[in-house]
C-alpha cells in the first residue's frame, strides 16, 4: 500500500479518490493526522493537500481548504483564458487571409469553407438559411452585459422555428446578464427547448448550428460576419463552447459565494482583473458592464479592503487572496494597479 503513486489515483485536488477523500476530511475535521494514515495515498502530499507539521515530522496537516479554492479557480481561469487565447488566434488568421484575395471556389465564386457577409440583411439571410436547415442543437454565446429587448426580439423567430422542430439550444452569457428582465421572458417562453449559463467573461459571438457551420462576427460593429463550413474548424469552435460551458453555472443556480465578507462575486472577478494590470475600461468590457458601474465596484472594493489608493488595494487584493494568478507572479508588495486618472481610488 505504501507503494502507491499518482499512476493508481490520476486525479486531482477536485476529486478525490475516496481513500484520499477520508484521510483529507479527518485531517480537516481534526487539525492534523499521523503520516502513517496517508502512506495508502501518497497523491495527498504530492497535490500539497497535506504537510508535515513543523512541530512534529510524525504528523501531517491539512492546507485549508480556502487555499485549495483559490489553487482551482486559478486552475479554472487559466484554462478559459487560455481557450479564448487560442479563439482569438484562429479568427484573426482567418482574417487576415480573408483579406488577402478573393475567396477561392469553383469559377471565382466564393468558397464553401468561408463566407464574409457583408451587410445585416446579408447575415440575417445567411442564419435563416442555417436556421431552416438545423435538425438537432444551436450553441450559442452571448457576451457584453443586460441583453437589449430588440435583439431578442431579433432573434425570436429563428428561435420559435427551432423549437417546433425539437431542436435543443444551449447559451452562454456573462453573469451581468443574468439582471435582464428581457432575458427571463425569453428563457420562459422557451421552456426547456433552451438551456442557459453564465460565466464572468466570455468570448465574443458564436452561433454553431448542428456542429456543421458557424457565424462569428468579423468587426466591431457586427455588420460584417464569418460564415464558416470547414469541419476543422467547426469542431474547434464546438470544443471552445463545451469547455466553457462545463465552467459556466447554470442560470438558475445561484452564484457562488466568494468567501470574503463584504466582497461580491462581481467585484472579486474585477479584483482578478485589475491584479492583472488592466484599465477599468477593459475591465468593464469583458464582464459586461458600464465603465461607471466599474468604477461604483472597485469603489466599494477599497472601502471594504480600507484601501486608500490604488497601489494599497493591489496589496489588499493580493493579502486576501482575490488576485488568483497575479499572486504567484509577484508577491503582496509589489502588486501595483495602474491608476488612471489619479493615485486615489475613484
Do not use: K
Not at 468593464?284 to 490604488?310: D, K, N, P, W, Y
Amino acid at each position: 500500500m505504501a507503494g502507491h503513486g499518482t499512476e493508481e489515483h490520476p486525479h486531482g485536488a477536485d476529486r478525490l479518490c475516496e481513500a484520499g477523500d477520508r484521510v483529507y476530511s479527518r485531517a480537516v475535521r481534526r487539525g492534523r493526522v499521523p503520516r502513517v494514515d496517508a502512506e495508502p495515498v501518497p497523491c495527498l502530499l504530492e497535490l500539497a493537500l497535506l504537510h508535515p507539521d513543523p512541530d512534529d515530522m510524525d504528523w501531517l496537516v491539512p492546507t485549508s481548504p480556502q487555499e485549495v479554492m483559490t489553487r482551482l479557480l486559478r486552475g479554472v481561469y487559466d484554462e478559459v483564458s487560455a481557450s479564448q487565447r487560442r479563439m482569438g488566434s484562429a479568427v484573426a488568421a482567418f482574417e487576415w487571409y480573408a483579406g488577402l484575395g478573393p475567396q477561392l471556389g469553383a469559377g471565382g465564386a466564393e468558397g464553401t469553407a468561408l463566407r464574409v457577409l457583408d451587410g445585416l440583411s446579408r447575415i440575417q439571410a445567411a442564419m435563416d438559411e442555417a436556421t431552416q436547415a438545423c435538425t438537432t442543437e444551436v450553441l450559442t454565446v452571448q457576451p457584453g452585459g443586460i441583453r437589449p429587448e430588440h435583439e431578442l426580439t431579433e432573434g425570436l423567430h429563428r428561435a420559435l422555428a427551432l423549437r417546433g422542430r425539437g431542436v435543443r439550444m444551449r447559451d452562454l452569457y456573462t453573469h451581468v446578464a443574468r439582471h435582464g428582465q428581457g432575458l427571463l421572458n425569453y428563457l420562459e417562453l422557451m421552456g426547456e427547448a433552451v438551456e442557459a449559463r453564465t460565466l464572468d467573461e466570455v468570448i465574443d459571438r458564436l452561433i454553431l448550428f448542428d456542429r456543421t457551420v458557424a457565424f462569428i462576427p468579423a468587426n466591431a460593429d457586427r455588420t460584417l460576419a464569418l460564415e464558416l463550413r470547414h469541419p476543422a474548424l467547426v469542431g474547434f469552435l464546438a470544443t471552445v463552447f463545451e469547455r466553457l460551458w462545463r465552467l459556466a453555472i447554470p442560470l438558475t443556480a445561484p452564484l457562488p459565494d466568494t468567501g470574503i465578507e463584504g466582497i461580491s462575486h462581481r467585484e472579486q472577478s474585477i479584483a482578478t482583473l485589475l491584479a492583472e494590470g488592466h484599465q477599468d475600461a477593459v475591465i468593464a468590457e469583458r464582464l459586461g458592464i458600464s465603465v461607471r458601474t466599474c468604477r461604483a465596484h472597485i469603489a466599494r472594493l477599497s472601502e471594504t479592503l480600507g484601501a486608500a489608493s490604488r497601489t494599497q488595494l493591489g496589496v489588499r487584493i493580493a493579502q486576501v487572496g482575490l488576485d488568483n494568478s497575479a499572486r504567484t507572479v509577484a508577491g503582496p508588495a509589489a502588486l501595483t494597479i495602474p491608476d488612471q486618472e489619479s493615485r486615489t481610488v475613484r
